[in-house]
């Protein structure tokens, strides 16, 4: 069975740091472009970053600089260590599998989900 599991979701006061995970079991992470999506309440959902097979890293504006990606391939495991987080950084954040390997970012061709990490950011 395909799956994708993130964790390391949780309540973060404003300007502290969070490191997600997303790991895969039955699909190896480096064929695929790994996307981080988010989805705030009453927001809808948007790409944040995407990992391509070949190492390329695409990061939205709105998190770049402060948003980084890294792996594991050892682990199946790709990271997304977010720093300096701001309450409107509050959201579902949720890893997928493209299989366009982000060469149409912002758009993607998603394959697998995960079922998301709830990250808190308190003013």
């Known amino acids: 069975q395909v799956q994708l599991v993130e964790s390391g979701g949780g309540l973060v006061q404003s300007g502290g740091s969070l490191k997600l995970s997303c790991t895969g079991a039955?699909?190896?992470?480096?064929?695929?472009?790994i996307v981080w999506f988010r989805q705030a309440p009453g927001k809808e959902r948007e790409g944040i970053s995407c990992s391509s097979s070949d190492g390329k890293i695409y990061y939205h504006d709105s998190v770049k600089g402060r948003f980084s990606i890294s792996k594991d391939d050892d682990r199946n495991t790709l990271y997304l260590q977010m720093n300096n987080l701001k309450p409107e950084d509050t959201a579902v954040y949720t890893c997928?599998?493209?299989?366009?390997?982000?060469?149409?970012?912002?758009?993607?061709?998603?394959?697998?989900w995960g079922k998301g990490a709830r990250v808190t950011v308190s003013s």
């Open positions: 997928a599998a493209d299989t366009n390997d982000c060469e149409d970012v912002p758009t993607y061709a998603i394959d697998y």
């Open positions: 039955g699909l190896t992470l480096n064929f695929y472009g």
